[in-house]
């Protein structure tokens, strides 16, 4: 588990490159709004969010994240892209 607030969810997810959710979504073999659900998205027509509760508060609340893969996989294309 990790705790993240919102607006550094949302500043890790503005930092990634054209076409990082798709190659998140393509690596990890989920749905591509799935991904964007994770980042503050808000399509669930497939119920497709994974481990992500939210409280409001500072700096757009706090995030807390059961299952960070997808968070990983961002701050490793950040860090490929040297983004970070």
């Known amino acids: ?3 993240i607030t919102f607006n550094e969810l949302r500043r890790i997810k503005d930092k990634l490159p054209d076409g990082s959710m798709q190659a998140i979504a393509d ?5 591509l709004d799935t991904v964007r659900n994770y980042f503050g998205g808000t399509k669930y027509d497939n119920n497709e969010i994974i481990g992500i509760h939210t409280e409001q508060g500072p700096d757009g609340g ?3 994240l059961d299952d960070t893969t997808i968070l990983e996989e961002a701050i490793k294309i950040l860090n490929e892209n040297n983004l970070n």
């Open 1 to 3: 588990m990790k705790t």
């Open 62 to 64: 706090i995030v807390l």
């Open 27 to 31: 690596s990890l073999n989920i749905n």
